[in-house]
């Protein structure tokens, strides 16, 4: 008896994005290793199942959607298959999240060079959505650390890229979405440390212009910057927020650090407040509408304590980096019809009137971001990569499900003004564009990926509801 | 709640009342993809509904033994139609052995086609009703699921069977907005009854099933219910019947 298909043989799924405003059905697998991966790849291509990939399900939108189709989770494949305690250099598999990648390398003095908002996402994906941090501005994205990678294409081969090895499709394959194949291995660097802390200092910003100016004077001496905006703020007040700088320590300035090198240091707290971190995004759900959202926002923006002493506080690597792990499940707070994500990259040249812009035109429709986040990038080799010479706001839109306009209008109006300012977007979190704003704002570098993939996969195997949405390739 | 059924797929769309609820559909402007598994009868009845020049009709041949086809049947289905609102499971077959047969060919064939094949179609719609937070399943069960029959032990098997699935699904999916309606005609006046031998009471035309069920489905709220609703008190009997006088009796 022949083996069964994955028609027959893969259950439906429904997954969702991160943000829980966007759905879908699939049939579903989980290889265990390259060799049931290839497997999958073949099945798939003999009976024309379109693939797509899914790791942690970080992505906010529909990136790792594939309506009809075949979900490939990577999260089977997640062994750390080495870590050179002389060099900081890792190799790992897809699977493997950020969380394994630094309990695997702090005990020995490193820290990943580039960690998102939380531990959670995989290395596939990181490596797939090309993403970023708080220091992107320093060290750029995610594929600025990775030194090769394998890829398992379309047609079953397995092939060993890097800056030397066919530096083209290196070039894609980062940031290409899961749109040219699977990652099997990943070799990354990190950064050695001496401490198991950074020292944060908190600076309030009373205008948007306050923040610039600010990210500009520290950015030489600092090795993280985020900016949190006020979105609800107006008038003299537009943009204000808050600035957390934060730098390495050095055994000289922080004796103690050392011990907290080790995993069982770094945990993030059981409970904050109080109450069970478990819980607490019930509470948050109470304050997850326009008035709680601008009154939070408002007593975070005043919030005495963080400015105390000095000015500056002692972190852990994981308490700094990882702000989205304090409330497991926070997204449930935004309801059964979720959020979106909406990250807008700006050149330079335009980025302070462009934002300050953005900003004023979700306050005259009164549709308010409950978060706003602000960052500094540079320009990087990679193809479909969001990076430039600018500025990013990542902003959270409450959906209504039942009253849709309101934010789909304002969505295709600073989708306009970025565009016309030069501006990017960032496919990991994107569920508003469609495919003639994406081709506006990639122009040759979308048409050379998708020749590469004509190239690579010539029947279109791997797709995903973005890619089909964006028509990316 | 008046839900509007724009884009339907029918399995077991080739006669009977899966038919006359395509016809129905078709009528009120719906787009209506018909599967079944005789190619030259879909034919005909896609060709008369689409001459009646309302809602498109689209036939798709396909036994739903052959489960390994659904998955991407129902992927063609949903594109040519523009999407989906309503997923009719309809496909059944009777066997009424006679006395002292034992049938294991026909009983195997019943639940293939009765319950396997509904559970392989309504899986794959419940799943996409759950992404897309509404939709509405309608699986055809029959009031022969409230008892073990004597004169017809794989069918009535077999409708129990359905209904208990509708029913978990219904448990599922009800929660995301999803309708899922299990109908329990009692006797209607098509082939699969057509040569019974004796004339069974209370007999109606699938024109009026259909309309009857298709009102029950546009009232949302997942009911289960009986068609018409007078079987209703029938099924209450029957269920209070003591098993030592129920296999007494010609039913």
Redo the contacts between chains.
């Keep these: 008896m022949s083996s069964?298909?994955l028609?027959?043989a893969a259950p439906?799924?429904?997954l969702d994005g991160f943000g829980g405003a966007q759905?879908?059905?699939s049939?579903y697998a989980r290889p265990r290793n390259a060799e049931e991966l290839a497997g999958v790849f073949a099945r798939a291509r003999d009976?024309?199942v379109p693939v797509s990939f899914r790791g942690s399900g970080r992505s906010y939108g529909d990136a790792s959607l594939n309506?009809?189709g075949l979900a490939v989770d990577l999260r089977g494949m997640d062994r750390v298959l080495s870590f050179d305690r002389a060099t900081g250099i890792a190799e790992l598999e897809p699977g493997a999240t950020i969380e394994g990648l630094w309990r695997a390398s702090l005990p020995h003095g490193f820290w990943p060079n580039v960690v998102p908002g939380t531990m959670a996402p995989t290395m596939g994906g990181c490596v797939a959505m090309n993403i970023h941090g708080k220091n992107c501005f320093k060290v750029g994205p995610f594929g600025d650390q990775v030194l090769e990678l394998d890829l398992l294409a379309a047609d079953g081969t397995l092939r060993t890229l890097s800056r030397e090895r066919d530096p083209e499709l290196f070039r894609a394959v980062i940031a290409g979405l899961g749109l040219l194949g699977a990652v099997t291995r990943v070799r990354v660097k990190t950064k050695a440390v001496e401490s198991g802390r950074v020292r944060v200092s908190p600076i309030r910003t009373p205008t948007l212009g306050a923040m610039f100016d600010c990210f500009v004077e520290r950015m030489p001496k600092s090795d993280y910057l985020v900016g949190w905006l006020d979105c609800f703020a107006g008038g003299k007040g537009l943009g204000r927020g808050i600035v957390h700088q934060a730098n390495y320590l050095s055994a000289a300035e922080d004796p103690q650090g050392r011990a907290l090198l080790d995993n069982a240091r770094q945990d993030l707290p059981p409970s904050i407040m109080g109450v069970p971190r478990s819980l607490v995004w019930r509470i948050l759900k109470l304050f997850t509408n326009d008035p709680g959202m601008k009154l939070t926002n408002t007593v975070k923006y005043h919030l005495p304590e963080s400015f105390g002493g000095d000015g500056s506080f002692l972190q852990t690597h994981v308490e700094f980096a990882f702000l989205l792990d304090y409330v497991p499940d926070w997204r449930r707070a935004y309801g059964?019809d979720g959020f979106i994500q909406y990250q807008v990259f700006v050149p330079d040249s335009t980025a302070r009137a462009t934002l300050a812009e953005l900003l004023e035109r979700c306050r005259r429709r009164g549709v308010v971001s409950y978060l706003g986040v602000f960052k500094r990038h540079r320009p990087d080799e990679f193809l479909l990569s969001h990076g430039l010479d600018g500025w990013s706001l990542a902003l959270d839109f409450p959906v209504h499900?039942r009253d849709p306009r309101p934010l789909a209008d304002l969505t295709r109006d600073l989708t306009e003004l970025v565009l016309g300012a030069g501006g990017l977007f960032y496919a990991a979190k994107d569920s508003v564009l469609d495919s003639a704003q994406f081709a506006r704002a990639y122009g040759d570098r979308l048409e050379r990926f998708r020749a590469i993939k004509r190239t690579l996969d010539p029947g279109g195997m791997f797709q995903s509801d973005l890619a089909r949405r964006l028509a990316v390739g | 709640m008046s839900l509007r059924f724009q884009r339907a797929i029918i399995v077991g769309g080739s006669s009977g009342m899966g038919a006359e609820l395509a016809r129905q559909l078709s009528v009120d402007g719906a787009a209506v993809a018909i599967v079944g598994h005789r190619a030259d009868e879909l034919a005909q009845v896609a060709g008369r509904l689409n001459a009646a020049g309302k809602g498109r009709v689209i036939p798709a041949t396909h036994d739903v033994r052959n489960?390994?086809?659904?998955?991407?049947l129902?992927?063609r289905l949903?594109g040519d139609l523009g999407g989906l609102d309503l997923l009719v499971y309809a496909a059944g077959v009777m066997f009424v052995p006679e006395d002292g047969v034992y049938d294991f060919a026909q009983d195997r064939a019943q639940m293939e086609i009765n319950v396997v094949g509904g559970m392989a179609w309504t899986?794959?719609a419940a799943?996409?009703f759950?992404?897309?937070?509404s939709g509405t399943i309608v699986g055809l069960s029959s009031i022969a699921g409230e008892r073990g029959r004597r004169t017809m032990p794989g069918y009535t098997t077999s409708k129990a069977a359905l209904t208990a699935w509708l029913e978990a699904l219904r448990n599922r999916v009800a929660r995301y907005g999803v309708n899922v309606v299990t109908v329990k005609p009692g006797v209607v006046d098509t082939a699969m009854t057509r040569d019974l031998v004796r004339k069974p009471p209370m007999m109606i035309s699938a024109e009026r099933a259909a309309s009857l069920i298709l009102a029950t489905a546009r009232r949302g709220g997942s009911p289960s219910a009986f068609i018409p609703a007078r079987w209703g008190l029938v099924a209450l009997v029957l269920h209070h019947l003591p098993s030592s006088i129920f296999r007494r009796l010609d039913l």
């Design positions: 069964p298909t028609r027959s439906w799924r429904v759905r879908a059905a049939l009976e024309g309506t009809g059964d499900a | 489960y390994d086809e659904a998955p991407s129902f992927e949903v899986n794959i799943a996409r759950e992404a897309q937070r």
